[in-house]
């Protein structure tokens, strides 16, 4: 039976989103192409029609998860003006985001990964992590290279932040984390 484009871009589509909350839940190596096409709903030979292997998902996964982070400082800038960092840091450090690993941000979920996968994901994932620290250093104030420079820090803060409140159990010290975290990177990002 042959299946449409449509059918077929659906299908895709629908094992990419699951495959992004799993592999953010449990990490690469936490399943197996069986738990993938599970989580999609669909078959071992559905998945082989769209990936050559979990690795190949896995790279596409990587680069969509820094594309949709992109997409997100991009929209925050063009709907926030001047306070688009501060109401960036504060929904990204938010409770609900922070409690769902399968909603966590791609940088701080697949960097670990990535540092471990072969040269075309570190590559795929670098080139996508460029244009977030671009996206990032537009909304800065001063010149081209320093404000690239504190687009870097602000990325190694927020990831950072997410992993360490994330490591922890006690509430009130994930909460004294994020906030102490927030108003940093809210103060790297005014300074000129």
């Known amino acids: 039976m042959r299946y449409s484009t449509e059918h077929k871009e659906q299908t895709r589509t629908k094992i990419l989103d699951a495959a992004a909350r799993r592999f953010r839940a449990e990490g690469y190596d936490g399943l197996g192409i069986d738990g993938l096409a599970k989580a999609a709903g ?23 998860g820094l594309a949709e982070l992109r997409q997100g400082i991009e929209h925050y800038r063009a709907e926030r ?11 990204y450090y938010s409770a609900p985001k922070l409690d769902c690993p399968e909603d966590i941000c791609g940088l701080p979920s697949f960097a670990p990964e990535v540092a471990r996968a072969p040269e075309e994901t570190r590559a795929a994932f670098e080139a996508q992590l460029r244009t977030v ?7 800065l104030p001063g010149d081209a290279k320093a404000s690239e420079d504190k687009a870097w820090i602000v990325l190694a803060m927020l990831a950072g932040g997410v992993t360490l409140a994330r490591s922890v159990n006690d509430l009130e010290l994930k909460k004294r984390m994020t906030s102490a975290l927030e108003a940093a990177v809210i103060q790297m990002g005014s300074e000129d």
């Open 42 to 64: 669909v078959t071992n030979g559905a998945f082989y029609g769209h990936f050559a292997s979990k690795a190949d998902a896995f790279r596409e996964v990587a680069a969509q």
């Open 81 to 91: 003006g001047e306070s688009w960092l501060a109401d960036f840091v504060h929904f």
């Open 133 to 139: 620290a671009e996206a990032v250093a537009a909304g």
